[in-house]
């Protein structure tokens, strides 16, 4: 019982430091959490990015011909993915 009226009396006298740091902490919660979301928001757009981005490969001999190799239309993710 003591150590709540203590509690209770400290609350009372420093009210205004202790609403200060409730603000404060609400505020950063506030922040880390839409931080987070702004994070989950960037990799799934790299991800989709990753996956839907066309890359074409064509490799020029010294002559300046391209008939060499032609590799059309693969994507990021197909260049990443282990060969089979």
């Known amino acids: 019982m003591l150590y709540i009226d203590y509690t209770l009396l400290r609350l009372r006298r420093f009210w205004k430091q202790s609403v200060t740091a409730i603000l404060v902490f609400a505020a950063l919660q506030l922040a880390l959490s839409a931080a987070d979301g702004s994070r989950a928001a960037v990799e799934r757009e790299l991800d989709e990015l990753k996956n839907n981005t066309p890359i074409t490969v ?3 001999n010294s002559s300046g ?20």
């Open 58 to 60: 064509t490799m020029i």
């Open 65 to 84: 011909k391209d008939d060499a190799l032609n590799i059309p239309k693969k994507t990021l993710d197909d260049f990443l993915s282990p060969a089979r």
